[in-house]
């Protein structure tokens, strides 16, 4: 159920006075936040339901958000007005009622233009009675003061002896990126940094802004903003935790003064001085830790970070960008447009409160949905700027004019004590923000014409489009009908895109069919189609002529009677629209089914099934050679059922399976088509004379003589394709790859019912014979037994895995029932072996082959580390070459000035042994980049921590005697002995 929030209806909070006016402007109202701390170990700040209030000219209010009370003020002069927000800290000790109230402003005169930092300090006894005491701490920075906040209380030995008094450092931040330290108690100054720390990222003299400030602690920081990653904080001397030592962090980002409308900002991380270096008085000790630029440049932006969630959000131009960090790099997470969005508050992560002139609005920037809104009263030209917001009483605070409002904020009803998850992709349903239209017109550009775009798709519905294919439709069945096959071809061939040859000088041909040559038909003024070179080269069609041609050049037959009589059957065998459809891949399943979608009824939903079996049959009728089936299973999407057909063809062609329930090939070849048409010469339709009649022993005689013919025919073909079967071997591994990629289920289900058990033994067999043949059997480093036998091409390396596959799919199909009756089977052969010598061969076969791979693997790894060896050491001779000794170069020059010839020797490399676990010297890189990108110089610290790395887990140096007596290097050579 999706989340509801509410949003009440807003209520003024205070009634503010009017400020006086500014040099620049009108006054204005500047509100901070009020934090507290509690004296002892492990306190830390908490923010209060409070609020301090600047008002220029008048006084410094802080105010109780609950009760909507004024606890105190503090007046400054009428000329003095505020530079930033208001800081307050209230310390009470643990031992005793007493509490102490430090409140800082930042002022400027109007007048002398003095700058000022002011402390009003409030001290609030057991008995009741208040102590008001001020202090004041002229500075001399060029630009004025844009942020103040106090550092965390320090714990030393006076801070645990006098609690009643908080030892802290008050930090100021000037517009130009000058940081001051001032001493909280008496505001006199400790340390001054220059600009120079923020401008090393910043373009060279463009100055510095600073646009946000917000202090942190270390640790939320490095689990915020880098991921627990603490490398860029090795600057402390001590290790940061979050109970223990945890100093103070600035973030800050910042722009170039001198830059566009639109400012490229950057983020800066800063250390502030520890509790020791706080000590040191005039020494400036704040680190840059870290530096980056934010991805996108926007102009003025108000910017709201949330430290531990490492989330920061910039409001620019009506546009909320939200910022994740990844290893302290800021990356765009997403990004709210919201045009007439002024300020906004971070609810949660998911949830953002957002400040218009008319309303207040809770929207979730992760998936741009509008979650609860509610109306403002509208006042002309006044804004609400919100504040504040305190999760433990879900309120809101907001600045509107010279009112204080709240709005509270009601979570869902259904949420229990404990928060369940909000911001879901349920809750952002059906409440998406709409995008918004670009203003400005996209530019025209003059694109060239596509060729691919310039027609319309193939069957592109038209009504001048159906009229034209329903009168093409018509004038090629007439051409059908009057068995003018010339022009049914060259109409069809027009709606394929294919071109035509030119007529050439017939000779006389085999036909393909049955072999037979014939001297005058019409079959040889048939014309030549211009068969494209790649399959990928076939033009885009009109489905509906694919599906006309396959109703032309197939036959479907129901036949009721004779149930085991063929449906499929091809009327137009010697026709080149047959060679079009297979070669093109239109013969699939589904295209067959809409080409016969009204004959097919009455099978239901066996049809796939059906059409699967018949249809390999039907191509191998036509052509016995089997070219049509080759080229049918490498250009067409099948299915396990055409597979497994016309892997039962194959085999049963190259006697491969021994049962009787395999087709024969010539029983393909001289089954009687009763569908197919055939073309006869002019004097075969001639009428014959009663003289000329032929008995019923004529006509028998010439029967068998075709069918002798045709037998002839089919071993010519057979034969004339070489002993080794190139063409059905072709098909046959066609079909296996195509096999192996198909689900193995609906694989093992269609060897079941295609497939009897001894066929898929036989099928297995086959299988154990391709992976004996190519090598998979043989060990890699075995020697080769006959070194005259011709070298065979290499089989491919998924081979095993592909025979591997279809190896236990037919374990599969033949099941357990036909494995305990095996024996039964091998009988039927004619076999000796029984059922347990068979399994024992297949599992010898089955772990030579894994052990064939196992060594492969490991040949692989020993050349690969000796390959790697070979290229490291060969690179650092060709380094050593590039930088000659410039000791030898100097002794060369002087022996050419004195005109002596130099030799060089040539060392002649002998063979070895492999390199096996050798590693080569690498240099050490003398820099190395640091997180951002930053490309610095290593310190010898790191270089010599790398070069430890390089020793051996332990050596024996042992100073040779040679050494100690040898007075030419001046120092003992020292000889390395590395104990392995």
Same mark, same amino acid.
């Given at each position: 159920?999706?989340?509801?929030?509410?949003?009440?209806?807003?209520?003024?909070?205070?009634?503010?006075?009017?400020?006086?006016?500014?040099?620049?402007?009108?006054?204005?109202?500047?509100?901070?936040?009020?934090?507290?701390?509690?004296?002892?170990?492990?306190?830390?700040?908490?923010?209060?339901?409070?609020?301090?209030?600047?008002?220029?000219?008048?006084?410094?209010?802080?105010?109780?958000?609950?009760?909507?009370?004024?606890?105190?003020?503090?007046?400054?002069?009428?000329?003095?007005?505020?530079?930033?927000?208001?800081?307050?800290?209230?310390?009470?000790?643990?031992?005793?009622?007493?509490?102490?109230?430090?409140?800082?402003?930042?002022?400027?005169?109007?007048?002398?233009?003095?700058?000022?930092?002011?402390?009003?300090?409030?001290?609030?006894?057991?008995?009741?009675?208040?102590?008001?005491?001020?202090?004041?701490?002229?500075?001399?920075?060029?630009?004025?003061?844009?942020?103040?906040?106090?550092?965390?209380?320090?714990?030393?030995?006076?801070?645990?002896?006098?609690?009643?008094?908080?030892?802290?450092?008050?930090?100021?931040?000037?517009?130009?990126?000058?940081?001051?330290?001032?001493?909280?108690?008496?505001?006199?100054?400790?340390?001054?940094?220059?600009?120079?720390?923020?401008?090393?990222?910043?373009?060279?003299?463009?100055?510095?802004?600073?646009?946000?400030?917000?202090?942190?602690?270390?640790?939320?920081?490095?689990?915020?903003?880098?991921?627990?990653?603490?490398?860029?904080?090795?600057?402390?001397?001590?290790?940061?935790?979050?109970?223990?030592?945890?100093?103070?962090?600035?973030?800050?980002?910042?722009?170039?003064?001198?830059?566009?409308?639109?400012?490229?900002?950057?983020?800066?991380?800063?250390?502030?001085?520890?509790?020791?270096?706080?000590?040191?008085?005039?020494?400036?000790?704040?680190?840059?830790?870290?530096?980056?630029?934010?991805?996108?440049?926007?102009?003025?932006?108000?910017?709201?970070?949330?430290?531990?969630?490492?989330?920061?959000?910039?409001?620019?131009?009506?546009?909320?960008?939200?910022?994740?960090?990844?290893?302290?790099?800021?990356?765009?997470?997403?990004?709210?447009?919201?045009?007439?969005?002024?300020?906004?508050?971070?609810?949660?992560?998911?949830?953002?409160?957002?400040?218009?002139?008319?309303?207040?609005?809770?929207?979730?920037?992760?998936?741009?949905?509008?979650?609860?809104?509610?109306?403002?009263?509208?006042?002309?030209?006044?804004?609400?700027?919100?504040?504040?917001?305190?999760?433990?009483?879900?309120?809101?605070?907001?600045?509107?004019?010279?009112?204080?409002?709240?709005?509270?904020?009601?979570?869902?009803?259904?949420?229990?004590?404990?928060?369940?998850?909000?911001?879901?992709?349920?809750?952002?349903?059906?409440?998406?923000?709409?995008?918004?239209?670009?203003?400005?017109?996209?530019?025209?550009?003059?694109?060239?014409?596509?060729?691919?775009?310039?027609?319309?798709?193939?069957?592109?519905?038209?009504?001048?489009?159906?009229?034209?294919?329903?009168?093409?439709?018509?004038?090629?069945?007439?051409?059908?009908?009057?068995?003018?096959?010339?022009?049914?071809?060259?109409?069809?061939?027009?709606?394929?895109?294919?071109?035509?040859?030119?007529?050439?000088?017939?000779?006389?041909?085999?036909?393909?069919?049955?072999?037979?040559?014939?001297?005058?038909?019409?079959?040889?003024?048939?014309?030549?189609?211009?068969?494209?070179?790649?399959?990928?080269?076939?033009?885009?069609?009109?489905?509906?002529?694919?599906?006309?041609? /396959?109703?032309?050049?197939?036959?479907?037959? !129901?036949? *009721?009677?004779? @149930? +085991?009589?063929?449906? %499929?059957?091809? $009327?137009?065998?010697?026709?080149?629209?047959?060679?079009?459809?297979?070669?093109?891949?239109?013969?699939?399943?589904?295209?067959?089914?809409?080409?016969?979608?009204?004959?097919?009824?009455?099978?239901?939903?066996?049809?796939?099934?059906?059409?699967?079996?018949?249809?390999?049959?039907?191509?191998?009728?036509?052509?016995?050679?089997?070219?049509?089936?080759?080229?049918?299973?490498?250009?067409?999407?099948?299915?396990?059922?055409?597979?497994?057909?016309?892997?039962?063809? /194959?085999?049963?062609?190259?006697?491969?399976? !021994?049962? *009787?329930?395999? @087709? +024969?090939?010539?029983? %393909?070849?001289? $089954?009687?088509?009763?569908?197919?048409?055939?073309?006869?010469?002019?004097?075969?339709?001639?009428?014959?004379?009663?003289?000329?009649?032929?008995?019923?022993?004529?006509?028998?005689?010439?029967?068998?003589?075709?069918?002798?013919?045709?037998?002839?025919?089919?071993?010519?073909?057979?034969?004339?394709?070489?002993?080794?079967?190139?063409?059905?071997?072709?098909?046959?591994?066609?079909?296996?790859?195509?096999?192996?990629?198909?689900?193995?289920?609906?694989?093992?289900?269609?060897?079941?019912?295609?497939?009897?058990?001894?066929?898929?033994?036989?099928?297995?067999?086959?299988?154990?014979?391709?992976?004996?043949?190519?090598?998979?059997?043989?060990?890699?480093?075995?020697?080769?037994?006959?070194?005259?036998?011709?070298?065979?091409?290499?089989?491919?390396?998924?081979?095993?895995?592909?025979?591997?596959?279809?190896?236990?799919?037919?374990?599969?199909?033949?099941?357990?029932?036909?494995?305990?009756?095996?024996?039964?089977?091998?009988?039927?052969?004619?076999?000796?072996?029984?059922?347990?010598?068979?399994?024992?061969?297949?599992?010898?076969?089955?772990?030579?082959?894994?052990?064939?791979?196992?060594?492969?693997?490991?040949?692989?790894?020993?050349?690969?580390?000796?390959?790697?060896?070979?290229?490291?050491?060969?690179?650092?001779?060709?380094?050593?070459?590039?930088?000659?000794?410039?000791?030898?170069?100097?002794?060369?020059?002087?022996?050419?000035?004195?005109?002596?010839?130099?030799?060089?020797?040539?060392?002649?490399?002998?063979?070895?042994?492999?390199?096996?676990?050798?590693?080569?010297?690498?240099?050490?890189?003398?820099?190395?980049?640091?997180?951002?990108?930053?490309?610095?110089?290593?310190?010898?610290?790191?270089?010599?921590?790398?070069?430890?790395?390089?020793?051996?887990?332990?050596?024996?140096?042992?100073?040779?005697?040679?050494?100690?007596?040898?007075?030419?290097?001046?120092?003992?050579?020292?000889?390395?002995?590395?104990?392995?």
């Amino acid at each position: 159920m999706a989340t509801t929030l509410q949003i009440h209806k807003p209520y003024v909070l205070k009634a503010l006075s009017h400020p006086l006016g500014r040099p620049d402007g009108p006054g204005k109202h500047t509100v901070g936040e009020v934090y507290g701390q509690v004296s002892g170990p492990g306190s830390k700040k908490r923010k209060r339901s409070e609020l301090a209030v600047a008002i220029d000219g008048d006084s410094v209010h802080l105010y109780d958000i609950p009760s909507a009370q004024a606890i105190t003020s503090y007046l400054v002069p009428p000329q003095a007005y505020f530079t930033c927000a208001p800081y307050s800290l209230r310390w009470r000790s643990s031992t005793s009622k007493t509490a102490s109230r430090y409140t800082y402003a930042s002022t400027q005169d109007s007048l002398s233009a003095k700058k000022e930092i002011k402390l009003f300090k409030d001290v609030v006894a057991e008995a009741g009675n208040t102590t008001s005491t001020t202090a004041t701490h002229i500075h001399r920075c060029a630009k004025p003061i844009v942020h103040i906040s106090a550092t965390s209380v320090r714990t030393s030995r006076d801070t645990l002896t006098n609690q009643d008094t908080p030892a802290h450092d008050l930090i100021a931040v000037s517009a130009d990126g000058t940081l001051i330290s001032l001493a909280g108690e008496s505001l006199t100054e400790k340390w001054q940094s220059s600009p120079s720390i923020l401008t090393q990222e910043l373009p060279s003299n463009a100055g510095c802004h600073v646009d946000f400030v917000q202090p942190a602690l270390a640790a939320d920081v490095i689990d915020g903003m880098f991921g627990g990653k603490n490398e860029l904080f090795g600057v402390f001397q001590e290790k940061i935790h979050r109970q223990g030592f945890n100093p103070d962090i600035l973030v800050l980002v910042t722009s170039p003064e001198k830059s566009e409308f639109t400012r490229q900002r950057y983020l800066h991380i800063l250390a502030l001085p520890t509790e020791r270096a706080s000590q040191q008085v005039n020494q400036q000790n704040v680190i840059p830790i870290f530096a980056a630029p934010l991805p996108t440049k926007t102009g003025a932006a108000k910017f709201q970070l949330d430290v531990r969630s490492g989330t920061l959000q910039e409001l620019s131009e009506g546009v909320l960008y939200t910022y994740a960090f990844n290893g302290g790099i800021p990356r765009l997470e997403n990004k709210l447009e919201v045009p007439e969005m002024a300020s906004f508050l971070r609810l949660s992560k998911t949830s953002v409160l957002a400040a218009t002139t008319d309303s207040l609005t809770v929207y979730n920037p992760v998936y741009r949905s509008l979650q609860a809104t509610a109306p403002l009263e509208v006042e002309e030209g006044i804004s609400c700027e919100l504040v504040t917001y305190l999760p433990s009483r879900e309120i809101a605070v907001g600045l509107r004019g010279t009112s204080l409002i709240a709005v509270q904020i009601e979570a869902p009803k259904t949420r229990t004590s404990k928060r369940r998850a909000e911001g879901l992709l349920a809750d952002s349903i059906r409440r998406g923000l709409p995008r918004a239209q670009p203003t400005q017109k996209r530019g025209y550009v003059e694109l060239p014409p596509s060729a691919i775009l310039a027609e319309a798709l193939p069957g592109t519905m038209t009504e001048e489009y159906l009229a034209q294919l329903a009168a093409d439709t018509a004038k090629a069945d007439e051409y059908l009908n009057a068995n003018n096959l010339k022009e049914f071809e060259e109409l069809l061939a027009a709606q394929f895109k294919i071109q035509l040859k030119a007529k050439k000088e017939k000779k006389d041909k085999k036909d393909k069919v049955n072999g037979a040559t014939e001297d005058k038909t019409e079959t040889s003024d048939l014309p030549e189609w211009s068969w494209p070179s790649k399959r990928s080269d076939y033009p885009q069609v009109d489905r509906r002529w694919v599906f006309y041609a /396959i109703s032309r050049v197939f036959a479907w037959t !129901n036949s *009721s009677e004779n @149930p +085991k009589a063929t449906h %499929l059957s091809c $009327r137009l065998a010697e026709s080149s629209v047959l060679n079009y459809l297979v070669d093109a891949g239109h013969l699939t399943i589904s295209n067959i089914k809409s080409a016969f979608k009204e004959e097919i009824r009455e099978l239901g939903d066996q049809i796939d099934n059906v059409i699967g079996e018949e249809l390999p049959a039907v191509l191998v009728e036509v052509d016995p050679a089997m070219e049509l089936l080759v080229v049918y299973l490498s250009s067409t999407q099948t299915s396990p059922s055409e597979l497994v057909t016309s892997i039962k063809l /194959i085999l049963s062609s190259l006697d491969l399976l !021994n049962t *009787s329930s395999a @087709p +024969k090939l010539q029983e %393909l070849v001289l $089954r009687p088509s009763p569908n197919a048409t055939t073309t006869t010469s002019e004097a075969d339709k001639q009428p014959q004379d009663k003289d000329t009649e032929m008995t019923d022993d004529d006509v028998a005689i010439t029967n068998q003589l075709d069918q002798a013919e045709q037998e002839l025919q089919l071993t010519e073909f057979l034969a004339t394709s070489s002993p080794r079967y190139p063409l059905r071997a072709r098909g046959l591994s066609a079909a296996f790859s195509k096999l192996s990629a198909c689900p193995s289920l609906p694989t093992v289900h269609t060897l079941r019912r295609l497939l009897t058990a001894e066929e898929i033994v036989c099928l297995m067999n086959v299988l154990r014979n391709e992976m004996i043949k190519d090598g998979w059997t043989t060990r890699y480093l075995a020697d080769s037994e006959s070194s005259d036998e011709e070298e065979q091409e290499a089989p491919p390396d998924g081979s095993i895995k592909l025979i591997a596959d279809l190896l236990s799919r037919c374990i599969d199909a033949v099941g357990l029932g036909g494995w305990m009756g095996f024996d039964a089977i091998l009988r039927s052969w004619g076999s000796q072996q029984d059922a347990a010598e068979f399994f024992e061969d297949f599992q010898n076969e089955v772990s030579v082959a894994l052990e064939g791979l196992n060594e492969t693997v490991r040949l692989q790894g020993m050349i690969g580390e000796a390959t790697n060896y070979a290229k490291r050491a060969n690179s650092s001779l060709i380094n050593a070459a590039s930088k000659p000794n410039k000791a030898s170069s100097a002794a060369a020059a002087a022996a050419e000035g004195e005109g002596i010839t130099t030799t060089t020797a040539v060392v002649q490399l002998s063979a070895g042994p492999l390199p096996l676990g050798l590693k080569t010297e690498e240099k050490i890189g003398l820099e190395r980049v640091r997180g951002g990108g930053e490309i610095v110089q290593r310190s010898m610290r790191q270089i010599g921590m790398f070069v430890s790395k390089k020793r051996r887990g332990y050596e024996v140096h042992r100073i040779s005697e040679e050494g100690l007596l040898s007075k030419g290097s001046g120092r003992p050579s020292l000889v390395v002995q590395e104990a392995l």
